[in-house]
Structure formats: structure tokens, C-alpha cells
T-cell receptor
Framework: AQSVTQPDIHITVSEGASLELRCNYSYGATPYLFWYVQSPGQGLQLLLKYFSGDTLVQGIKGFEAEFKRSQSSFNLRKPSVHWSDAAEYFCAATGGATNKLIFGTGTLLAVQP | DAGVIQSPRHEVTEMGQEVTLRCKPISGHDYLFWYRQTMMRGLELLIYFNNNVPIDDSGMPEDRFSAKMPNASFSTLKIQPSEPRDSAVYFC?????????FGSGTRLTVV
């Protein structure tokens, strides 16, 4: 079955430190991959997406993600975290014959001053 | 473009009442999705439409839930009768060519 896994439920980093949020997918073929961010009480904002081509994808707010086919991963990174980055982050994927966008369980990011 | 518009933003209702959530997708988008978000289950896809036709409703939890898309600019998700365990945030999203845009959600509380 198609699935998206985010192994880390909760991560705490210090402001200014680097960040990597993990995402793994299970699909028959390479899916389209997405990262969304959700602040408390808010909707989902798209950070970046990967369809094909260059495996390093740049997004908004200084985020980037790297697609690694061999590891079925699409990890999100940021070199220096700001306090305003505290939020929940969702990895999502769609592919195959449908347009179903399936989400991982999310990673809640806390930023320490 | 005003984005995906959902109404109401908040809904509080009593158990047993009918609840209708509304969604206006982005013009020109040919897919529409309904999701439910809870702490326990995360973001679940309930149903999605392509060109106003329901494609997959396997995520609809029970017969109490129904969704319609009478035209390209409007969709409803109805719960009848509502139960406390239906309390959640319900998101609508629309899509075209792999780009997905989400509404701000409807926070439903069933007491």
C-alpha cells in the first residue's frame, strides 16, 4: 500500500542550529513529493515540491529538500532555524494512477531560544 | 485569486444534529479533496472528486458522512447525525496538474 512515514513525532532544536526532518515513502513508482507546514490553528502551507529533475529542491522560507531514490526518502533541511519556524511539518506524496495526496503523521518542531 | 474558501470557519453543534461544511475550490482546478485532521489520526483523506465526479470515497468513515459536488465551484461535506467523535478540523483542497491548495479549514465541535 502507498504510504508516507515521518519517523520523528517531535523535534527540538536551538535557534540558529541546522534542521533535518525525515520522510520516507512507499510507492510503486517515484511519486510526486511535498512538504507542508502548519502553524497552530492555521491551514497547510506548501514549502516545496518535487516532481522530477534536480533532486535538490529549494522552497520558501529557506527550506530545501533532497530526493533520494535509493533510500525512498525526501528529507527537509534548513541550515539555520528561526524561532518562527516552530510549527508542524507534513510530508505528503501522490502518484500512480490517482491524484490522492497522502500525508505522513507530521513532525512537531519546537525551537529553543 | 482568493484561494480555496471554506465555510464556516468554526462550527459548534449538538450531538444528533446535521452539519454541512462548504468548500469553494480555485477556479480551473479539476480535483477537489476533503480531509479530516485529528490529534489521534492525523490528516485523513475522506473523499476526492475529479471534474465533479466522486472518484474515491473509501476514507469516508461511516454512512453518516456524505459529500457532493454539484458543480465545479462548490462542494459540501455533510454529517448526519453528528457525534462527538466527529469533532475535528476538516480541510478542503483543490488541485490542478499536481499543485494542491488547501483551505483554512472548518473546526467542528460536536457536544
Amino acid at each position: 500500500a502507498q504510504s508516507v512515514t515521518q519517523p520523528d513525532i517531535h523535534i527540538t532544536v536551538s535557534e540558529g542550529a541546522s534542521l533535518e526532518l525525515r520522510c520516507n515513502y512507499s510507492y510503486g513508482a517515484t511519486p510526486y513529493l511535498f512538504w507542508y507546514v502548519q502553524s497552530p490553528g492555521q491551514g497547510l502551507q506548501l514549502l516545496l515540491k518535487y516532481f522530477s529533475g534536480d533532486t535538490l529542491v529549494q522552497g520558501i522560507k529557506g527550506f530545501e529538500a533532497e530526493f533520494k531514490r535509493s533510500q525512498s526518502s525526501f528529507n527537509l533541511r534548513k541550515p539555520s532555524v528561526h524561532w518562527s519556524d516552530a510549527a508542524e511539518y507534513f510530508c505528503a506524496a501522490t502518484g500512480g494512477a490517482t491524484n490522492k495526496l497522502i500525508f505522513g503523521t507530521g513532525t512537531l518542531l519546537a525551537v529553543q531560544p | 485569486d482568493a484561494g480555496v474558501i471554506q465555510s464556516p470557519r468554526h462550527e459548534v453543534t449538538e450531538m444528533g444534529q446535521e452539519v454541512t461544511l462548504r468548500c469553494k475550490p480555485i477556479s480551473g482546478h479539476d480535483y477537489l479533496f476533503w480531509y479530516r485532521q485529528t490529534m489521534m489520526r492525523g490528516l485523513e483523506l475522506l473523499i476526492y472528486f475529479n471534474n465533479n465526479v466522486p472518484i474515491d470515497d473509501s476514507g469516508m468513515p461511516e454512512d453518516r458522512f456524505s459529500a457532493k459536488m454539484p458543480n465545479a465551484s462548490f462542494s459540501t461535506l455533510k454529517i448526519q447525525p453528528s457525534e462527538p467523535r466527529d469533532s475535528a478540523v476538516y480541510f478542503c483542497a483543490s488541485s490542478r496538474q499536481g499543485g494542491y491548495t488547501f483551505g483554512s479549514g472548518t473546526r467542528l465541535t460536536v457536544v
